[in-house]
């Protein structure tokens, strides 16, 4: 599966976002797909996840709220829609698959064996 992250940029505070994630080479309604980011000299955190089916999601307390998360398996595509963003926002974004993941396993990197590249987004003060 590849993944290709895109729609970042740079927003003052308070804006918006949406970041997508195209996929290809698999079947996209079997992946359970997360967008996770990583700040400068910090380690990856989870940010959001979706289940395989969409019906469950999955959100990091910080951008619970503000944050939305969603999948269109038409286009083989996932969303982030980034709203009221904050400078602590600021980071790289990368989404990722795993084949029907669920539960609490969403929140841990190790746990998606694919990933895109990642798209920064910077939010000015």
């Known amino acids: 599966v590849q993944l290709q992250a895109s729609g970042g940029g740079l927003v003052q505070a308070g804006g918006s976002l949406r970041l997508s994630c195209a996929t290809s080479?698999?079947?996209?309604?079997?992946?359970?797909m997360g967008w996770f980011r990583q700040a400068p000299g910090k380690e990856r955190e989870f940010v959001a996840a979706?289940?395989?089916?969409?019906?469950?999601?999955y959100y990091a307390d910080s951008v619970k709220g503000r944050f939305t998360i969603s999948r269109d398996n038409a286009k083989n595509t996932v969303y982030l829609q980034m709203n009221s963003l904050k400078p602590e926002d600021t980071a790289v974004y990368y989404c990722a698959a795993a084949p029907y993941l669920s539960g609490t396993g969403v929140y841990a990197a190790s746990r998606y064996p694919y990933w895109g590249s990642g798209t920064q987004v910077t939010v000015s003060s």
């Open positions: 080479g698999g079947t996209f309604s079997r992946y359970s």
């Open positions: 979706i289940s395989w089916s969409g019906q469950s999601t």
